[in-house]
């Protein structure tokens, strides 16, 4: 019983515990940092591009302030599978979906280009222009004043919580107490 020291009886431990981890289940994604992730989307229906360019479903380029971005083009006639590519020519997604997630961008822009394959493999089709992605992340002491402000929250929370505990617990004893009397 580690809270039998602080007036808390086993009884309303399992009540402590419960909240704790229920605010640790709560808080503990914001101090984890994600991995990039690079994922597939639903295929969009959408006209059919014209044979040897692919066309995007928007013309306009990405800004992005979190570092993602979901690529959407028209699917090609014939084409089984799609690469996306960015400008150092790696492979970011493949698949059948005309579709890509795209995370984990440092600030900067970036350029992908899509490229349509047929059931042989052979390359049917591809963007006339890459598509931009400007990434520009949110300022280091704003992202430090809000993490800061969300622990300040997160430790009230965890402070209220456990107040809250003993208090109910005092209220306990006192009330047996003076029934014994």
């Not at 059948?96 to 350029?111: I, K």
Request: hydrophobic fraction near 45%; aromatic fraction near 8%; charged fraction near 15%.
């Amino acid at each position: 019983m580690p809270f039998s020291r602080i007036g808390i009886s086993s009884r309303n431990e399992r009540a402590v515990w419960t909240h704790l981890c229920c605010a640790c289940c709560l808080f503990l994604p914001f101090f984890v940092q994600a991995l990039p992730v690079v994922a597939q989307g639903p295929q969009v229906a959408s006209a059919s591009a014209a044979q040897g360019t692919i066309a995007w479903e928007e013309d306009a380029s990405i800004v992005s302030r979190e570092g993602y971005a979901s690529l959407i083009w028209r699917p090609v006639d014939g084409a089984i599978d799609y690469s996306v590519r960015d400008q150092r020519d790696v492979e970011v997604y493949q698949g059948p979906f005309t579709q890509a997630f795209v995370s984990g961008l440092p600030d900067g822009e970036h350029a992908f280009a899509v490229i349509a394959f047929d059931a042989s493999g052979s390359e049917i089709a591809r963007t006339s222009q890459p598509k931009i992605v400007a990434v520009d992340h949110w300022p280091l002491l704003q992202s430090l004043v809000l993490f800061g402000i969300g622990l300040v929250v997160s430790v009230a929370m965890t402070v209220v919580i456990v107040r809250g505990a003993t208090s109910v617990k005092r209220q306990q004893m006192n009330s047996r107490s003076e029934v014994m009397e």
